[in-house]
Antibody, heavy 119, light 109 residues
């Protein structure tokens, strides 16, 4: 059974960089697209970006200038960096696997990690 | 990028059927057969219920079904049960990007 687990700081200061890592267990990171999705408190889901095991990335156009997703296949991990954060970036951040070809078929999800942006 | 449009809330009584709509454009819902639906309980991660418009993952009840007409996709839940009370989100491929709907809160009366 594939499992995903997010890790990283729960508190980030404004203007700094939010960094999270997703560790994949129970399956290989190879041959799939992996994604970051966030949910602001009381709000809906927002897709942030994809990465393929080869390193190819696809980003949400509205966040493209601030987002980087990277992957380490040797560790079965992929990561999110979100630069210049503000309070509006406070959210629960989920990592997920796309069962298809980066088409929004997220079949496995992490439990989510709450990140608060505050000084 | 604009989110897909869903009703904020729907409700139904046990045993009834309800339908949640998801309206997009020809650039997303109408342009591709890659619409998925997610169920989310409070404080939990979303769960895939429908993918590629109408396909059900293994283990998902056949009370859940999906369809699409033009720029609008729909999720139908038949034989409504108390456990179906949750938030539901649609999601569509949009040509190198992915969009979610704003979410619909389903209340089982």
């Amino acid at each position: 059974q594939v499992q995903l687990q997010e890790s990283g700081p729960g508190l980030v200061k404004p203007s700094e960089t939010l960094s999270l890592t997703c560790t994949v267990s129970g399956g290989s990171i190879i041959d799939y697209y992996w994604s970051w999705i966030r949910q602001r408190p009381g709000k809906g889901l927002e897709w942030l970006g994809y990465i393929y095991y080869s390193g190819n990335t696809i980003y949400n156009p509205s966040l493209k200038s601030r987002v980087t997703v990277s992957i380490d296949t040797s560790k079965n991990q992929f990561s999110l960096s979100l630069r210049s954060v503000t309070a509006a970036d406070s959210a629960v951040y989920y990592c997920a696997r796309d069962e298809g070809i980066a088409v929004g078929t997220f079949d496995y999800w992490g439990q989510g990690t709450l990140v608060t942006v505050s000084s | 990028q604009s989110a897909l449009t869903q009703p904020a809330s729907v409700s139904g009584s046990p045993g009834q059927s309800i339908t949640i709509s998801c309206t997009g454009t020809s650039s997303d819902v109408g342009g591709y057969d890659f619409v998925s639906w997610y169920q989310q309980y409070p404080g939990k991660a979303p769960k895939l219920m429908i993918y590629e418009v109408s396909k059900r993952p293994s283990g998902v009840s056949d009370r859940f079904s999906g369809s699409k007409s033009g720029n609008t996709a729909s999720l139908t839940i038949s034989g409504l049960q108390a456990e179906d009370e949750a938030d539901y989100y649609c999601c569509s491929y949009a040509g190198s990007t992915t969009r979610f709907g704003g979410g619909t809160k389903l209340t089982v009366l």
